[in-house]
């Protein structure tokens, strides 16, 4: 049945022009506004969450705004198993594209961090286009084999290495001398609530993947975070800010509360552009937080002391 998806409908759909593919994404927009509204609860509840402020009129417009950018993101990505490096380029444009540059004169590996936030597939898909640094996409399988063989090859057709979370040790150890730029989405819900970094996001406590704090102090990795504005249909800019051109001297915690306020920032700035259709807050609070907390941060500073 994959297989049939794929090849019978996905590759087909994605050789037709954005423009042709944008029509099906205005009917899939009127479906999730009338028929057929897409994880609708999830939406409002994660919206009524995160902007206590706004009245439910504020909030349904905000929804209405999101299943546009949803629908169009759908053509987009049907778009991505084919598209070209020549059209990826016309679309994504790298604001201060000197940050990685001036890293990579420096020889500095770097950790790129962003969030599930305008369309953060062709930022995957063109990453080994767009920088000099050897493109490495750090995730987790998909649970259908036969998609995240497809995916994860067609992510990585112009150049990108895509490495299982659980594998990144041994990768690292034979690209380390080489140069890379190690992108990861940190917005997802983590595993395991015991094992994260638990901070005030988007007001409400939440709890926030922790490995690329720590990888960043492992491995001594600059931090960039890349910020994308839809600029308009089809078409984004990527900005990039330096959070630290080395972790040493950060303590616990420092790293992790810079990028997620970054993308907090941009999602109070333009919030239709994140993906609220996602359960971000599944896990529940430990009982013993503040106690939990001070243990990480003791093994935070007995583990990276020398850095401190």
Known sequence: MSSILYYGILWPLSKLPLAVLYLLADFVYLLFVSVWPYRKKVIETNLKRSFPEKSQQELRLIQRKFYRHLADLLAESIKNFSISSDELLKRIEVEHPEVMHKLAEKHKNVLLLGGHYGNWEWVITSQALLFEQHAIGLGKPLS????????NALRGRYG??????????AFIAKEYDKGFAMLTLTDQSPGDSRKSYWMQFLNQ?????????????????????????KIKRGHYLMHLELIAESPKGL???????????????????????WLWSHKRWK?????????????????FDLRYKDQV
């Open 205 to 229: 406590p939440t709890a926030v993947l922790y490995g690329a704090e720590q990888m960043a102090h492992q491995y001594d990795l600059a931090l960039v975070f890349f910020r994308l504005k």
């Open 251 to 273: 303590t616990y915690g420092t790293i992790t509360e810079r990028h997620t306020r970054l993308l907090e920032q941009q999602i109070l700035e333009q919030p239709e552009f």
């Open 160 to 169: 990108m290495d895509i490495v299982n979370a659980k594998n990144y040790k």
């Open 283 to 299: 896990r529940e609070i430990p009982h013993d937080l503040e106690t939990l907390m001070e243990q990480h941060r003791r093994e």
């Open 144 to 151: 259908n084999g036969f998609f995240d063989k497809k995916i």
